[in-house]
């Protein structure tokens, strides 16, 4: 793959440095283990000189060594030959980055062989339960046929909680299908993969699984519906880094458990909301239409518990709300709001006319929102007197004037067309409490901090 890539003239170098920004991204993304890795195991010499501990129960024993990172868990054996019986039968967490030396991190090429050897070894010697197991270290396209028997076992001891990132090169190694027949899941993270087959992840059933995560997966349209549907009590979905093969994801949400949904850093053409009665927290940031010229479809249909939604953007988003599109000269009906919504998060160019116009209808189709986050984009424009104007003349917005009570309002400069948005909403802001207002940082930005923090104190 990298000698088919060097003759297409791609740099390998800048690639290696952008596929390691991703598997941070990742690992920034994953849940929290319950142990850590920074952890130490230490004795302290009792007054009495007797070995309270070991005198402990054996279920209490199990549930300590279950508790520290498999290095430490390992030595525990060392203590006495009561603890050896313990360590063998003990549910054990196995998150492969323990296994590295100590201030070696994030994983090299050259540590692959004796982590994956030292998985291997661990895998097969212990005889109790696996119920977490983090695997981030290997370059699985060298080491595919440990990965299948890894995961036989894994199968077999009942394994709850599963991460799996691959560490490239290639990127696009096949998810062995096995992974899909663990019915055990309660948790799944997959990183750096390409899923499997139509015909593996049509009959996928997770009967458990509680949170799924897709980090830099290449997947095929419709696969995500697959997956969402196979898994009947999911709360949690979590999407990033990912695209379909040669375009953009559609993703249908159907789902009765459904809680909150977040998808960052993708390419995605539709995400529908279609039938999800708990969704919560609907999420998406940094997500790109593969057209840039073409923004991204969201459709809100049945979610009558949505709660949270954000970064909603006029200029890359089109809204629909049930059947019908939202746009700057609609008028907005009872049919068209989305009434429980109470965390609004907007990304807006203040200083472009059709932008604003839309921001002020997507205020009135949540009419409900308590708290608005704004983020203000920079834009080539500069403010026109319609934008100036636009404001003073827009009318009363009901959740300006009686709900909201918290708003921030990030990314500030101090330009003319933010200070006209933030003068109308103090104005006409009743029960409004608290607003934080972030500068832009000028490393990246260029303006006068000076300036804008003046006419911050003049509203």
Not at 8 to 27: A, C, F, P, Q, S
Not at 285 to 290: K, N, Q, T, V
Not at 393 to 406: A, C, D, F, T, Y
């Amino acid at each position: 793959m990298a000698d088919e890539l060097r003759r297409t003239g791609v740099d390998l170098h800048k690639l290696d440095l952008d596929t390691e920004r991703m598997l941070t991204l990742i690992y920034n993304l994953l849940p929290v283990p319950p142990v850590s890795r920074y952890g130490r195991l230490a004795a302290l010499a009792t007054s009495d000189g007797v070995d309270h501990i070991t005198r402990l129960p054996d279920d209490l024993l199990r549930n300590i060594v279950s508790r520290l990172p498999v290095k430490d868990a390992a030595r525990t054996t060392v203590l006495a030959s009561r603890w050896r019986t313990l360590w063998l039968s003990t549910p054990l967490v196995l998150i492969d980055a323990d296994l590295l030396p100590k201030g070696q991190w994030p994983p090299t090429p050259a540590n692959s062989p004796s982590i994956t050897t030292a998985v291997s070894h661990i895998l097969e010697a212990h005889l109790g339960p696996l119920p977490c197991v983090y695997l981030l270290c290997s370059r699985m396209s060298a080491y595919r046929a440990q990965l299948t028997r890894w995961l036989h076992i894994l199968a077999a001891k009942g394994v709850q909680d599963l991460v799996l990132v691959n560490r490239p090169w290639p990127r696009d190694v096949p998810l062995p299908a096995k992974v899909f027949t663990i019915t055990t899941l309660t948790l799944l993270y997959l990183g750096m993969w390409k899923l499997p087959d139509m015909a593996v992840l049509r009959g996928v059933s997770f009967p458990h699984l509680r949170e799924l995560g897709l980090c830099s997966v290449e997947m095929e349209q419709g696969d995500v519906d697959r997956l969402v549907m196979g898994c009947p009590v999911l709360e949690i979905l979590n999407i990033q880094g990912c695209c379909g093969r040669m375009k953009g994801l559609r993703i249908h949400l159907v789902s009765q458990s459904l809680r909150c949904v977040q998808i960052c850093i993708s390419i995605v053409e539709k995400i529908d909301v279609v039938d999800a009665p708990c969704l919560d927290r609907l999420i998406i940031s940094g997500a790109g239409s593969p057209d840039r010229a073409l923004p991204i479809r969201f459709r809100i249909g049945d979610a009558p518990k949505l709660h949270a939604f954000g970064f909603l953007d006029p200029r890359n988003h089109l809204l629909e709300i049930r059947d019908t599109m939202i746009t700057a000269e609609m008028k907005v009906s009872r049919m068209t709001m989305v009434t429980s919504v109470k965390f609004l998060s907007l990304n807006v160019r203040f200083g472009v006319h059709d932008d604003i116009k839309l921001v002020a209808t997507f205020l009135r189709c949540f009419p409900n929102v308590e708290r608005l986050h704004i983020t203000s984009e920079q834009c080539d424009q500069s403010a026109d007197d319609l934008i100036l104007k636009f404001w003073e003349e827009s009318g009363p917005i009901e959740s300006v004037l009686s709900r909201i009570n918290m708003m921030t309002f990030r990314d500030f400069r101090g330009e003319q067309s933010e200070v006209g948005f933030l003068e109308f909403f103090f104005q006409s802001a009743r029960v409004l409490k608290t607003t934080v207002i972030v500068m832009a940082n000028p490393s990246f930005t260029p303006f006068s901090v000076d300036k804008a923090s003046s006419k911050v104190k003049e509203l």
